[in-house]
């Protein structure tokens, strides 16, 4: 008989690792690129499938190299690694696209248009009420948050905004300004 001490596990946690930093990397990158997304004039399922499709592709590729043979509770543990790959794998995934389509923009295609004011608000926080205005562009709905000095969005119908064409085709904003 062996003792505790003497016992080394034969498995190789490289790839486990791998995937715990990927992880975490991923939940970060993906809060950024909503900051990212919040500046560029894209549909919201594109940033969506982009988030949640390559990861499901690379889920099964992942589960083999981790588990040789069939393991025991696939189901669970198909699950979370679905999970973990979704909110890893897809927030680095994301956030190159969406990265690539902001810094690499067309800096010779800059474009300033009036767009028409859809919709005013107020989104409420904890301890601050932010004023918002919803403005159409090329068919696109797009929130735009005032700057918390600015509350008097009633009085303004237009928004002059000024943008470059992005690295993917999405247009991203570089001004905006409001217009009475």
């Not at 068919?139 to 600015?150: A, H, I, M």
């Not at 119908?157 to 009475?180: A, S």
Request: aromatic share 18%; proline share 6%; charged share 15%.
């Amino acid at each position: 008989m062996q003792s505790l001490k003497a016992y080394k596990n034969p498995v190789n946690n490289t790839l486990g690792v791998i995937l715990f930093f990927s992880f975490w990397a991923g939940l970060i990158l993906a809060g950024f690129s909503i900051n990212l997304y919040e500046a560029t004039f894209i549909p919201w399922y594109i940033p969506v499938a982009v988030y949640i499709v390559p990861a499901l592709v690379l889920s099964p590729l992942v589960l083999k190299m981790l588990f040789r043979e069939r393991p025991k509770y696939v189901i669970a543990k198909c699950f979370i690694l679905t999970i973990g790959n979704v909110a890893g794998l897809g927030g680095i995934i994301l956030y190159t696209f969406m990265a690539v389509n902001f810094y690499n923009v067309d800096e010779g295609a800059v474009t300033t248009q009036k767009v028409p004011i859809v919709a005013r608000g107020f989104n409420k926080y904890k301890t601050s009420t932010v004023p918002y205005v919803v403005v159409k562009y090329k068919n696109l709905s797009k929130e735009f948050q005032c700057p918390y000095d600015y509350s008097p969005v009633y009085e303004f119908h237009q928004m002059q905004v000024t943008v470059n064409h992005g690295y993917f085709g999405f247009d991203v904003v570089k001004k905006e300004e409001f217009l009475k």
